[in-house]
């Protein structure tokens, strides 16, 4: 498809297992970024991918939280000992150009992934 | 406090207008965003606004700005039901280490629409 793809679409997890969330973006957009939604809550910015740049992670909660992105198009979030406060819904999403002067780009949203740590 | 603020919940009737407004904080934010999230799916983007502009419309839709106060809104006319989901505010803001602009989104407005 042409739209951005997440996987699993569900995951549940015990408490201190580790779990990797997978994102497929649009093809040829630079930038990526993840997001966490929490019931009731808006979306927390996680961290942000730019081309070849060096990551801006200034949202990641904890050092339990990592991601990478490999050539520059998949991405995976890891979160290593699951904590029942990271049960959320994960959203990533990519636009075609990054976050430079302004920021002024369209994202487009995955259908995200719910994580319940038991 | 929150960087982007919005009421939780709207009610309105098919046919009427719906009015979502929403606050943000860093009067540097050249876009504003409205993005809207159906039942189950990502968040689409529905319009968006430099912050030059006054005013915006787009068939059904009208965004105002009101850049002195930091109040945006979005203008829903003849409301259907199909327009029920979550309205969520964002702006681009500065991220916390200074390099990029980062969309910063509010909680989202639920707008339920009788028939």
């Known amino acids: 498809g042409a739209g951005v793809s997440q996987s699993p679409s569900n995951k549940v997890t015990e408490k201190g297992k580790d779990v990797e969330l997978r994102c497929d973006p649009i093809?040829?957009?630079?930038?990526l970024y993840w997001y966490r939604q929490s019931l009731g809550q808006g979306l927390e910015f996680l961290i942000y991918f730019q081309g070849n740049s060096a990551p801006d992670k200034s949202g990641l909660p904890s050092d339990r939280f990592s991601a990478e992105r490999t050539g520059g198009s998949v991405s995976t979030l890891t979160i290593q000992r699951t904590q029942q406060e990271d049960s959320a819904v994960y959203l990533c999403?990519?636009?075609?150009?990054?976050?430079?002067?302004?920021?002024?780009?369209?994202?487009?949203f995955g259908p995200g992934t719910r994580l319940t740590v038991l | 406090g929150e960087d982007v603020e919005q009421s939780l919940f709207l009610s309105v009737r098919e046919g009427d207008s719906s009015v979502i407004n929403c606050t943000y904080t860093?009067?540097?934010?050249?876009?504003l965003y409205w993005y809207k999230q159906e039942p189950g799916a990502g968040l689409q983007l529905l319009t968006y606004?430099?912050?030059?502009?006054d005013m915006k419309q787009d068939q059904r839709l009208t965004v105002l700005l009101n850049k002195k106060d930091k109040h945006l809104s979005l203008r829903i006319a003849d409301t259907q039901t199909g327009d029920s989901a979550i309205y969520f505010c964002a702006e681009s803001k500065m991220s916390r280490t200074g390099g990029s602009y980062i969309p910063t989104f509010g909680r989202g407005t639920s707008l339920i629409v009788h028939p």
């Open positions: 093809s040829g957009h630079t930038a």
């Open positions: 606004i430099f912050s030059n502009m």
């Open positions: 860093d009067s540097s934010s050249t876009y």
């Open positions: 999403a990519s636009s075609p150009r990054g976050g430079g002067t302004g920021g002024g780009n369209e994202q487009f």
